[in-house]
């Protein structure tokens, strides 16, 4: 969540990197958001003591995009120091925010409730609807990752009833908020809601361009088609998902596209397409030797999980 707080000292050349860092968030292109938030930091050291509260936000930022990009443990880097020493309710939620989107990406889901609650106090507190429906987004996709798939679809729909009473466009939040809705009945077998409910997600993401989603949503697709026996259209999503993926380094997509398309191969008697992808899979994990051999003999929808 990208960190814009009203009552940080301003600065045009800070504001401007932030901005552009945001759009490039907002757009999946993290490399360059990554790239524009290290300026921005940069510009916040130069003010020394002034600039207190903007090296706290270029931090904030910082570490968010590492997350997308699947630096986990990077992403904590200095935000429990943040939190305790920030007196600003927005920096405080960010900090804690952060703290539990990266807690939960390494499996320690009690960590991250305890810091997914401290985010909520502070946006109760603030009364602020985006900072409400970030947080019980938050909670939904620890519960989603604990399985407890009915807890985490309250969460998904506490969340959309704030970004649906938010001013300004919701449009990015809320295509997340319905791909994550989507995957929830898959995973509880509800095939045709899952679908229907992606598919909504995708049109807004393509609307948006926010190609992080559209590729998210593709690979559900395929994985939806494939879990309901409807290898023809698992296809197309997924090899779509699978260059979306490869031309923007979304690194777990493009291995859980892999899997995917490996199965629909085993499935469909197409050898040359199986071994392709499994194969690939095999050079990813040098440290299983044994991978495709495994995948080969096994059905791939019985144990992958394509949000981490």
Same mark, same amino acid.
């Given at each position: 969540?990208?960190?814009? %707080? ?9 504001d401007?990197? =932030?901005?552009?860092? +945001? ?18 930091? &940069? ?12 090296? %706290?936000?270029? $931090? ?5 995009? #590492?997350?997308?990009?699947? #630096? ?15 007196g600003?309710?927005?920096?405080a939620?960010s ?5 539990? =989107?990266?807690?939960?990406? *390494? ?9 997914? $609650? +401290?985010?909520? $106090? ?7 609807? %985006? ?14 990752? *604990? ?9 998904? =729909? ?12 919701? +449009? ?14 898959l995973? &509880? ?7 229907? &409910? ?20 593709? *690979? $559900?697709?395929?994985?939806g ?17 699978? =260059? ?12 859980n ?35 495709? %051999? ?10 992958i999980?394509?949000?981490?």
């Amino acid at each position: 969540m990208h960190l814009d %707080d009203p009552t940080l000292p301003r600065c045009d050349n800070f504001d401007r990197l =932030s901005s552009r860092g +945001r759009e490039a968030t907002l757009r999946g292109e993290f490399v360059e958001a990554l790239a524009l938030y290290t300026e921005a930091r &940069k510009v916040a050291a130069d003010h020394g003591g002034r600039g207190r509260g903007m090296l %706290d936000a270029a $931090d904030l930022n910082l570490a968010m995009v #590492h997350l997308q990009m699947g #630096h986990n443990r990077r992403g904590e880097e200095g935000l429990r120091e943040i939190l305790l020493r920030t007196g600003t309710p927005r920096v405080a939620f960010s900090a804690a925010y952060n703290l539990a =989107s990266s807690l939960r990406k *390494q499996g320690r889901y009690d960590r991250a409730l305890s810091y997914a $609650d +401290r985010a909520l $106090d502070h946006a109760r507190q603030m009364a602020a609807p %985006d900072l409400l429906g970030a947080g019980h987004s938050l909670y939904g996709n620890i519960r989603l990752n *604990q399985n407890h798939l009915e807890r985490a679809l309250e969460e998904y =729909s506490a969340s959309m009833e704030y970004r649906l009473a938010q001013e300004g466009d919701t +449009r990015y939040s809320r295509a997340i908020l319905l791909e994550n809705i989507g995957y929830c009945h898959l995973l &509880k077998e509800d095939l045709d809601t899952g679908i229907g &409910k992606i598919s909504q997600a995708l049109d807004l993401a393509r609307e948006v361009g926010d190609l992080r989603c559209i590729a998210e949503c593709l *690979q $559900d697709l395929c994985y939806g088609h494939l879990l309901a026996g409807r290898h023809e259209e698992a296809l197309s999503p997924g090899c779509e998902a699978l =260059s979306k993926a490869g031309e923007t380094g979304y690194n777990d997509i493009e291995e859980n596209c892999h899997y995917l398309l490996g199965e629909l191969g085993s499935r469909t008697d197409n050898l040359e397409r199986r071994d392709e992808h499994f194969t690939r899979l095999q050079e990813m994990h040098p440290e299983l030797p044994f991978l495709k %051999d495994f995948l080969c003999a096994v059905d791939v929808t019985n144990f992958i999980t394509l949000k981490r």
